[in-house]
Nanobody
Framework: QVRLVESGGRLVQAGGSLRLSCVAS????????MAWFRHVSGKEREFVAA????????VYADSVKGRFIISRVHAENAVYLQMNSLKPEDTAVYHC?????????????????WGQGTQVTVSS
């Protein structure tokens, strides 16, 4: 059974930093793109960042560009999201996702495997 488990979300003050982790089990994703999305209840799920199979290519939503950094460690079968200069509008449940395809994608429809999410709350 494939599982993606996120961790690292918590309450933080605006301007602070957090590092989210997502560890996969059940299969390796060394040849697959992975991504972070976020969701606020009542709103559409939003793309945050994606990384290709070897970490050589990344894409970011304009809203987080320059503040967030996505990375991955194959040995840990994990993907990370370093979030800096956090803003109240970053408050959401953050989900990691993995695609069975090659490439790099910002479209959620390209991702087949999803984690349950971790809550990030940024207070003003």
């Amino acid at each position: 059974q494939v599982r993606l488990v996120e961790s690292g979300g918590r309450l933080v003050q605006a301007g602070g930093s957090l590092r989210l982790s997502c560890v996969a089990s059940g299969r390796t994703f060394h040849d697959a793109p992975m991504a972070w999305f976020r969701h606020v209840s009542g709103k559409e799920r939003e793309f945050v960042a994606a990384i290709n199979w070897n970490g050589g290519s990344t894409v970011y939503a304009d809203s987080v560009k320059g503040r967030f950094i996505i990375s991955r460690v194959h040995a840990e079968n994990a993907v990370y999201l370093q979030m800096n200069s956090l803003k109240p509008e970053d408050t959401a449940v953050y989900h990691c996702a993995a695609s069975p395809n090659h490439g790099i994608y910002s479209n959620a429809n390209e991702y087949f495997y999803w984690g349950q999410g971790t809550q990030v709350t940024v207070s003003s």
